[in-house]
């Protein structure tokens, strides 16, 4: 395809993070692919509109009726874009992401090379570090990653340049063709929070071919986790949330299946970073009992007990 046929939209769901928001923009200014960018605004914030009005670049602000979440707020984005004929892939970045100068073109080029259909960067978090990485099918890749953190460059000398199918992966960035969200459908808004990417990846890939491509790099930048590892925190309430998300697609969606095995692993680590304790142990049990048992996400009513001791946290 060449490279004045390729029309990107961007989408991004953001929730009261301006300053962020601003550097991801900033990044995306010089991509010559992308059209324009559609900001999904969850927290009606007015800075966040200021953000986006003052770009040099065609940015389609849009405040909807209520919180989707980021399932449902990057679904409300893709819908968004499609309603423009001429765009044929979008990229979704997570509100603290950036891009690297040249990822948006590695991006479409590696998808298009690898006659795929989704394509993810390599991320590095703020030392440049790999950093949240996909479940490659490679097995030298697979193995870098479980080993060590590395540099791109580092990746790059050991496992080159060429593009690497995946069967999952994050969002801080993620590429797709319009062709895919027609066939496949939108991420879920029953997740609220945490996993959604995971299963919206896993259901893609079950049908079509995703790579990583590691020509194309990006930073994901997120703010220091507040409240500490104690049982409540705001980050221990994530991971049960995650917990029960992955519990629920591992076990309930022929497509998720893949993870299953990664599923002790999670629980592990969940116990390993907030202790064993009785509290943990009950909220480890609740969501696979929500999740696996019941089969039911962390945002669907009447399981969403973690996500409403979330939202009663302050601020």
């Not at 990653?145 to 791109?152: D, G, L, M």
């Not at 062709?179 to 459908?185: A, D, I, T, W, Y």
Request: aromatic residues 10%.
């Amino acid at each position: 395809m060449a490279s004045d046929a390729i029309s990107v939209a961007g989408v991004v769901a953001t929730f009261k993070r301006p300053a962020m928001l601003r550097m991801l923009l900033g990044s995306l200014r010089e991509a010559a692919p992308l059209r324009k960018m559609i900001v999904v605004d969850n927290g009606f914030d007015a800075e966040t509109e200021a953000v986006c009005r003052e770009q040099p670049f065609r940015v389609l602000y849009h405040r909807p009726e209520r919180n989707l979440g980021c399932g449902d707020g990057i679904g409300c984005g893709l819908r968004l874009g499609l309603e423009d004929p001429a765009i044929n892939y979008f990229c979704c970045f997570d509100d603290d992401a950036q891009a690297t100068p040249g990822a948006v073109e590695a991006l479409m080029g590696g998808m298009i090379a690898a006659d795929a259909d989704l394509a993810v960067p390599l991320v590095t978090d703020a030392g440049g570090l790999v950093s949240w990485t996909p479940g490659v099918l490679e097995r030298q890749a697979w193995q870098l990653f479980c080993r060590s953190r590395v540099t791109p460059a580092q990746y790059r000398a050991a496992c080159g340049i060429g593009p690497v199918p995946f069967s999952w992966s994050p969002w801080m960035a993620l590429a797709l063709s319009a062709r895919v969200v027609r066939e496949c459908g939108f991420p879920r808004g029953d997740f609220w929070m945490y996993g959604e990417d995971l299963e919206y990846t896993l259901r893609l890939t079950h049908r079509h071919r995703g790579v990583l491509v590691p020509a194309a790099v990006c930073r994901h930048l997120p703010p220091p986790s507040s409240g500490g590892n104690y049982v409540g925190s705001p980050h221990y309430l994530r991971s049960c949330l995650m917990l029960q998300n992955i519990s629920y697609i591992s076990t309930r969606l022929p497509h998720a299946r893949r993870i299953f095995r990664h599923l002790p692993g999670n629980f592990r680590r969940f116990l390993r970073t907030h202790g064993c304790t009785p509290a943990s142990l009950r909220d480890g049990w609740l969501a696979w009992w929500r999740g696996a048992v019941r089969g039911k996400p962390a945002g669907t009513p009447g399981f969403d007990g973690f996500k409403n001791r979330f939202l009663k946290l302050p601020g």
